[in-house]
């Protein structure tokens, strides 16, 4: 999990860079009007949209344009409709890669996400080849120079986290998706700062990368996947050492 958790990690970094672009306002407010429109515009009784909220306030959405994107969502307002779809596929190395896509044209999304494969070394496959080795989970991130591991442990598993491992400079805490908020939450109370919290899809199994010129070509792909305007995620299992991650990201 190294390579994943310390990717996810970077990715989030670079993307204060794209709030400044209003690229992550947008996959944020795409995320709430569709979890609005499936499941209803009560953040209570509709954990998809308490968790696109928790994570649109940490990145200090105005709370108006949060609930206009409710709005949107649930037709009080009018808005695009968006139509969520995934591509799966294999980038180089081997490394399995599920992207989530969320588009109001989807002809548009499916050649944007061929061609991004295409010209990253990588290929789509059929859907269901790669969406098995994936399980949503929620994932908090800390910094092990700047925390207590002892602690990390006790306050996760008494907030009844699923799992906490080590991760050469960082501690991983995950979650199930129904108790990501509490498993959060029981952190925030005590004021101890993680350097993500977020949705994910956790891999079940890893492929290692030790070759930097693929880690290379390998995180282009993923890069260039979460620069299109349609993706909202992009997941991988590959497991690069850090000193190779490093040095390519």
Not at 16 to 44: C, Q
Not at 184 to 208: G, R
Request: glycine fraction near 8%.
């Amino acid at each position: 999990m190294s390579g994943h958790s310390k990717w996810s990690t970077i990715r989030h970094k670079k993307g204060a860079a794209d709030a400044k672009r209003g690229k992550i306002f947008t996959k944020l407010i795409k995320e709430i009007m569709v979890s609005a429109r499936m499941g209803g515009g009560d953040p209570n009784g509709n954990p998809r949209l308490r968790a696109a909220i928790t994570a649109a306030r940490a990145e200090n959405m105005p709370k108006d344009n949060i609930e206009r994107a409710i709005k949107k969502g649930t037709g009080e307002l009018e808005g695009a409709a968006y139509e969520e779809v995934s591509y799966e596929g294999y980038g180089p190395g081997g490394v399995a890669i599920l992207v989530d896509v969320m588009t109001d044209n989807r002809n548009r999304a499916a050649s944007d996400i061929r061609h991004i494969f295409s010209r990253n070394g990588g290929s789509l496959g059929e859907a269901g080849c790669v969406s098995w080795m994936f399980s949503k989970r929620g994932s908090i991130v800390f910094n092990r120079d700047q925390v207590s591991e002892e602690e990390i442990m006790e306050i996760a598993l008494e907030a009844g986290a699923e799992d906490v491992k080590d991760q050469e400079d960082q501690i991983e805490v995950t979650t199930s998706l129904e108790d990501f908020s509490k498993v959060k939450n029981a952190f925030d109370e005590k004021s101890i700062a993680y350097e993500l919290a977020e949705i994910t899809m956790v891999p079940q199994t890893m492929v290692p990368i030790e070759d930097e010129k693929v880690a290379q070509q390998l995180l282009r792909l993923m890069e260039a996947l979460e620069d299109s305007d349609d993706v909202q995620n992009a997941y991988a299992n590959f497991d690069i050492p850090e000193s190779i991650l490093n040095a390519v990201a």
